[in-house]
């Protein structure tokens, strides 16, 4: 089992920057796939970013491509996501997850997820 806090949303202008934390419990976090998803009001929630257990592999979606960055310390059990000139259209919940089976763009695929946290972009 593996539990997510996620921390470091808030309300923000257009072009400032974020960095998200999701905080893991269990011993077993370094060894999972991590992954960002995002939740905005009335749509589906969508694909961000997914990293391999060693760092090794990274994707992202192509709307934050060149903006946002994952990272994660697996000695701290943290992964984070360093969001840059952020617009309105990134507004939403964000959510950290960790170990898929399947897709790592369907979030049915993921198995752990953390509360979320909001992150509200003015223009």
């Known amino acids: 089992q593996v539990q997510l806090v996620e921390s470091g949303g808030g309300l923000v202008q257009a072009g400032d920057s974020l960095r998200l934390s999701c905080a893991a419990s269990?011993?077993?976090?370094?060894?999972?796939?991590v992954g960002w998803f995002r939740q905005a009001p009335g749509k589906d929630r969508e694909f961000v970013t997914t990293m391999t257990p060693s760092g090794g592999n990274i994707f992202y979606a192509d709307s934050v491509k060149g903006r946002f960055t994952i990272s994660r310390d697996n000695a701290k059990n943290t992964a984070y996501l360093q969001m840059n000139s952020l617009k309105p259209e990134d507004t939403a919940v964000y959510y950290c997850?960790?170990?898929?089976?399947?897709?790592?763009?369907?979030?049915?695929?993921?198995?752990?997820w953390g509360q979320g946290t909001q992150v509200t972009v003015s223009s």
């Open positions: 269990g011993r077993a976090f370094s060894s999972y796939p």
């Open positions: 997850t960790a170990d898929v089976d399947g897709s790592w763009k369907e979030p049915r695929d993921w198995a752990y």
